[in-house]
């Protein structure tokens, strides 16, 4: 079975602060995702990476950085959290040329 | 721009009754079209991936059919345990290798 692992369910940070989101997968899959997903609005692209070091901007990027420095690792990053990012974060993998994503658990992230 | 609505927004069935849920979209070019189930506060748990009109795949209580332009899923004599959120997406050919997401139909089923 494919596993996604997320460092944290839940995290309560500050205004500001840098705040770093852990994803880790064990199938030796390509591509990496980060999605967030608030009430209403579905989830929503933020980065996805196809190979290590490699990275491309999703529909909503502002205020996030990623980073892939090895295959099975992808982080992303809140430089200055704002209230406005709290949410659920989802991270997910998937093969290339088999395009069924598979999710972590996710971290519901609260900026205070 | 990949778009995907679903509906309704909520269903509540009682134990037993068989209904359908709807998934609208528009892609250029049909890559592949994903179901998944979402239970509260978890992530979301692959179900389906249908590639072409008149494909049908099945899971226990679940059928996922597909036309060139949505399709359903099928929940025969639904019991408690299949109350969740049910998620729809598309995947285009063209450009990136994301998913494109609707918003999801919150399914409750009443014992």
């Known amino acids: ?112 | 721009e990949d778009q995907v609505t679903q509906s309704p927004e909520a269903l509540r069935l009682q134990e037993g009754e068989s209904s359908s849920l709807n998934c609208s979209y528009t892609v250029s070019g049909l890559r592949g079209l994903f179901w998944y189930r979402q239970d509260p506060g978890k992530g979301p748990e692959f179900l389906f991936t249908l590639y072409s009109a008149g494909e049908e795949k099945e899971k226990e209580r679940l059928k996922a059919t597909l036309t060139k332009k949505e399709s359903f899923l099928h929940i025969t004599a639904p019991k408690p345990e299949d109350s969740a959120t049910y998620l729809c997406a598309v995947q285009a050919w063209t450009g990136r290798r994301a998913l494109t997401f609707g918003s999801g139909t919150r399914l409750q089923v009443q014992p």
């Open chain 1, 1 to 112: 079975d494919v596993k996604v692992t997320q460092s944290s369910r839940y995290l309560v940070k500050r205004t500001g602060e840098k705040v770093f989101l852990e994803c880790v997968q064990d199938m030796d899959h390509e591509n990496m995702f980060w999605y967030r997903q608030d009430p209403g609005l579905g989830l929503r692209l933020i980065y996805f990476s196809y190979d290590v070091k490699m990275k491309e901007k999703g529909d909503i990027p502002e205020g996030y950085s990623v980073s892939r420095e090895k295959k099975e690792r992808f982080s992303l990053i809140l430089e200055s959290a704002s209230t406005n990012q709290t949410s659920m974060y989802l991270c997910a993998s998937s093969r290339t040329g088999r395009d069924t994503q598979y999710f972590g658990p996710g971290t519901r992230l609260t900026v205070l």
